[in-house]
């Protein structure tokens, strides 16, 4: 089924057409007068030059009229192998698409909302049969009943006319035009953008990025730079006043010589002033007892600090290079 974009917005056309795979672009009066286009031959002339194939209205009382038209257009410069002349289907419309065809050039009959209007124009010799769903819907027609009987019609009598899903108004109108075997369907970008999108994808994809990173990346290389670290005889008031400033809910205590002494936390420092008081605030941080910190080394990959992270409970880690603190890696740091 190819794949057009229904649009007017340059923006739009210029991201949709980034993509590489779509067929081209459908675009009407409405969406240039929506889109506040004064010029509209200069429009469509820089329209055609972005875009594989160009599908825009050809208009008439007359198959004449209809037919100078798309003649007038073509001598603005289109090329005639990459342009589809959109006709209102009508007993005029279906001789002009007749006329047209027979010069070779290519016609979407359009505005279809009847598999009689569809016949006359397959008997016309048109490129484009084309159902305006969303139109026909909100008009209280069965629409997708109507473009299937018209991909039937077309498949059983083994025309070269291409059924085409238009006026779409959700992804699930795309999922009928599949369903149905159109042949062609036109989609408004902020659709098409959606037609990608889904929540188990998603889910899907994080993990694979998440568990690629789990081993790939070393815990040296996921921490954040910040290293959070007093001295022994540091005050615990200006310990607190580091804890707040590395942004980290605890800080590594250091003896004289660069070891560890241990990990103070802000859940230490609850404890502490539920059981002594304020006066803790004037003690140093070295004069406390410290368990053995959960650490791991630099080099270690993220996968090895999961697991420490699963064993021990924690929420951060100690990181290490050669036994010295050199940061801290909190859970987080592993997504």
């Known amino acids: 089924m190819e794949l057009y974009l229904d649009s007017a917005d340059l923006k739009e056309i210029e991201n949709a057409f980034q993509l590489g795979f779509l067929a081209g672009l459908t675009t009407t009066p409405t969406f240039m007068h929506r889109e506040g286009v004064t010029d509209l031959d200069a429009m469509i002339v820089k329209l055609s030059k972005i875009v594989p194939v160009l599908q825009i209205e050809a208009l008439g009382d007359t198959a004449e009229d209809i037919l100078k038209d798309a003649e007038r257009q073509l001598a603005l410069g289109l090329d005639p192998t990459k342009t589809v002349f959109k006709i209102p289907v009508s007993l005029e419309g279906v001789r002009a698409c007749k006329m047209l065809r027979d010069r070779g050039m290519m016609v979407n009959v359009h505005l279809v909302y009847t598999i009689q209007q569809a016949y006359m124009a397959l008997c016309a010799g048109a490129s484009y049969i084309c159902v305006l769903a969303g139109r026909m819907q909100d008009q209280g027609y069965d629409a997708i009943k109507l473009i299937g009987e018209c991909v039937e019609m077309v498949n059983f009598y083994g025309s070269d006319s291409k059924v085409m899903f238009s006026s779409v108004r959700n992804a699930e109108h795309v999922r009928n035009a599949i369903d149905l075997g159109c042949h062609t369907i036109t989609v408004p970008w902020k659709i098409m953008k ?21 081993i790939t990346v070393s815990v040296g290389e996921a921490i954040n730079g910040i290293n959070p670290i007093v001295s022994a005889d540091t005050i615990l008031a200006d310990a607190i006043v580091k804890m707040t400033e590395y942004g980290f809910g605890c800080v590594t205590v250091v003896n004289p010589d660069g070891s560890v002494k ?62 010295k603190p050199i940061g801290m890696l909190d859970i987080q740091d592993l997504k």
């Open 194 to 214: 959606t037609l990608t999108e889904n929540n188990f994808t998603a889910i899907g994809t994080q993990q694979f990025v998440e568990h690629t990173r789990l």
């Open 262 to 323: 241990g990990v103070f936390t802000d859940g230490d420092l609850r404890r502490k002033l539920s059981n002594e008081g304020r006066d803790v605030l004037s003690k140093t941080v070295g004069e406390f007892e410290y368990k053995m910190p959960v650490s791991i080394e630099a080099d270690a990959l993220l996968d090895a600090a999961a697991a420490l992270f699963k064993k021990t409970s924690v929420d951060t880690i100690l990181v290490t290079d050669g036994g």
